[in-house]
C-alpha cells in the first residue's frame, strides 16, 4: 500500500471512529477516554473538597459521589437542613470512611461576598488544609432578550460570576501559599456557545471561561490546576429556580421524566472524573448536544446553516422539551 493510501486509511479510520462516538458518547472526546480507561478516583482519598450549591442537582451528587472514595466534604448552599440530609448520605455511602467530623457543613449564601473570608477560615480551622474548591452553586434563566431587566442581568451575574470569583481568589492565594491545589467551576454547555432565551446566563458562564481561562495561563508551569465542567441540560431542580426576565420572579417549570436530559447522576460521576484527572474543559451532555457544540466550534458556518435550517424554536425544544 502506497504512503499515501496509509495516511487516507488513517484518516478515514479518525473520522470513523469521532462518528461513532459522536452519536454513541455523551461526553467529549477526552472525558471519553479519561472515563473509560483512568477515572483515577483514587487520587480523592484524604482530600478536602469544598462544594458549593451542594444540597441539590449535581452538587449534592457529587458530594455523594466523593464521600465514597474517603474524600473530606465542606458542603455549601443556604439551606442548613437539606445540607445535613447530604451529609447524613454521604456518611452512610461511605461505608465506614468518613465520620461526622470528616463533613463540615457551611451554610453559605454565595453572594453574600463579605463572609467568603470567615467562611474559608473555617474551612482551614476545621481541616487545616483545603485541595479542591468547586464552584458548583448557579441559577439558569428562561427570558426573551429584550424583556430582561438590568436587575436580572446584575443579580445572575452577583450570583453566577462575582461570588464565583471573589471565593476563587480567596482560595488561589492560599493554593499559592502551599504550592498546589485546583479549582473548580461548573459552567454549562452555554458558556461555550450562546443558547437562546437566555442571554444573561449565557453572558454569566462565557464570563467564567474569560476569568478562570486567563487564571490557567497565569498558572501554567505550577501545581494548580483549573477545571471547568460544561454539562448540557441535566435534571435537577434548575429550571424551576431560573430567572426570568423580571427581578425576583423564578420560571418555576419542572422537568417531564422524557425530556432528553442526563441525570444529576451521570453528570456528577463524568465531572469526577474531569476533576480527578485534572482536565481542563470537559463536555458531558446527551445527543446531540456534544455534536451541536463540536459544529459550533470546529465548523461554525455549518453550525449556523443548520440554526437557520431548524430554526430557534426546534433549538428551544431540543433544550427544554417545549
Ligand atoms: N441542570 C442543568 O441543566 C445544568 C446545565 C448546565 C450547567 N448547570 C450548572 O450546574 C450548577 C448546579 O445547578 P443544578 O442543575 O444542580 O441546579 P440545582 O438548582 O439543583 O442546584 C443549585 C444549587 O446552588 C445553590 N444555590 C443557588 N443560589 C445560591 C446562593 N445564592 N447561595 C448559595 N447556594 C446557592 C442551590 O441551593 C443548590 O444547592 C449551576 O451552576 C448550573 O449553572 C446546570
New binding site residues.
Given amino acids: 500500500m502506497g504512503f499515501l493510501n496509509f495516511i487516507g486509511l488513517i484518516v478515514v479510520l479518525k473520522f470513523l471512529v469521532y462518528f461513532v462516538l459522536f452519536f454513541t458518547s455523551d461526553t467529549d472526546l477526552e472525558l471519553w477516554f479519561y472515563d473509560k480507561f483512568k477515572r483515577n478516583f483514587d487520587s480523592f482519598k484524604g482530600k478536602v473538597v469544598w462544594i ?9 451528587q457529587i458530594a455523594l459521589n466523593l464521600s465514597k472514595y474517603g474524600t473530606k466534604l465542606v458542603l ?4 442548613k437542613d ?1 445540607l445535613y440530609q447530604v451529609k447524613n448520605r454521604c456518611i452512610d455511602l461511605s461505608e465506614g470512611k468518613l465520620t461526622a467530623n470528616d463533613i463540615l457543613v457551611l451554610p ?4 453574600h461576598i463579605s463572609k467568603h473570608n470567615s467562611l474559608f477560615d473555617n474551612v482551614i480551622n476545621h481541616f487545616g488544609k483545603l485541595d479542591i474548591l468547586i ?6 434563566q428562561r427570558a426573551i432578550w429584550e424583556d430582561i431587566e438590568l436587575g436580572v442581568d446584575q443579580e445572575l451575574f452577583d ?2 460570576v462575582f ?1 464565583v470569583i471573589n471565593l476563587s481568589r480567596i482560595v488561589v492565594r492560599y493554593f499559592n501559599q502551599v504550592g498546589h491545589g485546583q479549582l473548580v467551576a ?5 458558556g461555550i456557545i450562546p443558547a437562546p432565551f437566555s442571554a444573561s ?1 449565557d453572558a454569566t ?1 462565557h464570563a467564567l471561561h474569560g476569568y478562570l481561562g486567563a487564571l490557567r495561563l497565569e498558572k501554567l508551569h505550577t501545581n494548580i490546576h483549573i477545571t471547568l ?13 431560573s430567572f426570568t426576565g423580571r427581578p425576583g420572579e423564578k420560571y418555576g417549570l419542572t422537568h417531564s421524566p422524557t425530556d432528553n ?1 442526563m441525570s ?1 447522576e451521570r ?1 456528577a460521576h463524568l465531572s469526577c472524573v474531569a476533576i480527578a484527572n485534572k482536565l481542563k474543559e470537559s463536555w458531558m451532555a446527551k445527543f446531540p448536544f456534544i455534536l451541536i457544540l463540536y459544529f459550533s466550534i470546529y465548523c461554525p458556518v455549518i453550525a449556523y446553516k443548520f440554526y437557520e435550517l431548524i430554526g430557534y424554536k426546534t433549538i428551544n425544544k431540543l433544550r427544554d422539551n417545549q
Avoid: H, Q, W
Avoid at 455549601?76 to 439551606?79: D, H
Avoid at 453559605?108 to 453572594?111: A, G, H, N, P
Avoid at 464552584?135 to 439558569?140: F, L, T, V
Avoid at 461548573?186 to 452555554?190: K, L
Fill in positions: 458549593t450549591g451542594a444540597s441539590s442537582g449535581i452538587g449534592e455549601s448552599a443556604r439551606n437539606k453559605m449564601d454565595v453572594t464552584n458548583n452553586a448557579g441559577r439558569s450570583l453566577n461570588s461548573t459552567s454549562s454547555i452555554a446566563y458562564k465542567l460544561c454539562p448540557g441540560p441535566v435534571f435537577t431542580n434548575f429550571l424551576k429556580e436530559r444529576a453528570c
